[in-house]
Antibody, heavy 120, light 108 residues
């Protein structure tokens, strides 16, 4: 069974840092591009970042560029999101999602999400 | 930046057909994907590349895309279809993924 499990969320003060992890199982992780998508409380979905299977291509949403860093360790079947200079508007559930459609970038499956709360 | 526009809400009686639209400039030239999200759960892909269905998704879910509007159609709506639905595209001009604002489907 394909499974994605996020961890690392929690409460952090504005300006602080947090590192999210996503553990993958049930598929050949190194063959798939991966993504982070977030959802603020009561709001819609917002794409955050993309990383190709070999880490050779990386994209970020404008709202997080320069503050967040996506990475992966194919030997550990893990995806990461290093979040620095956190702001209140970064408060959201963060999902990792596997690329299903490659060239057209659709996602499936998704993890269950991890909540990040930025507040003093 | 590219924008996708969805109606905030759609209501339909059980057994009827629900149509959820996703508007965007020449969206017909892009591949549109649709996700279903129930309260407290992660999104689930229900239609990809305009009209394809992942395995396990009922045939009641279908999609189309032409001109400036993509449409998710749910036939013979059931109470269990009540959820938020999001459209999504890859915008190659910006190398960004774009989601629509979401549509809440209410089954009356």
């Amino acid at each position: 069974e394909v499974q994605l499990v996020e961890s690392g969320g929690g409460l952090v003060q504005p300006g602080g840092s947090l590192r999210l992890s996503c553990a993958a199982s049930g598929f050949t992780f190194s063959s798939y591009s991966m993504n982070w998508v977030r959802q603020a409380p009561g709001k819609g979905l917002e794409w955050v970042s993309y990383i190709s299977s070999s880490s050779s291509t990386i994209y970020y949403a404008d709202s997080v560029k320069g503050r967040f860093t996506i990475s992966r360790d194919n030997a550990k079947n893990s995806l990461y999101l290093q979040m620095n200079s956190l702001r209140a508007e970064d408060t959201a559930v963060y999902y990792c999602a596997r690329d299903k459609c490659s060239s057209t970038s659709c996602y499936g499956p998704w993890g269950q999400g991890t909540l990040v709360t930025v507040s003093s | 930046s590219y924008v996708l526009t969805q109606p905030p809400s759609v209501s339909v009686a059980p057994g009827q057909t629900a149509r959820i639209t996703c508007g965007g400039n020449n969206v017909g030239s892009k591949s549109v994907h649709w996700y279903q999200q129930k309260p407290g759960q992660a999104p689930v892909l229900v239609v990809y590349d305009d009209s394809d269905r992942p395995s396990g998704i009922p045939e009641r879910f279908s999609g189309s895309n032409s001109g400036n509007t993509a449409t998710l159609t749910i036939s013979r709506v059931e109470a269990g279809d009540e959820a938020d639905y999001y459209c999504q595209v890859w915008d190659s001009s910006s190398d960004h993924v774009v989601f629509g604002g979401g549509t809440k489907l209410t089954v009356l």
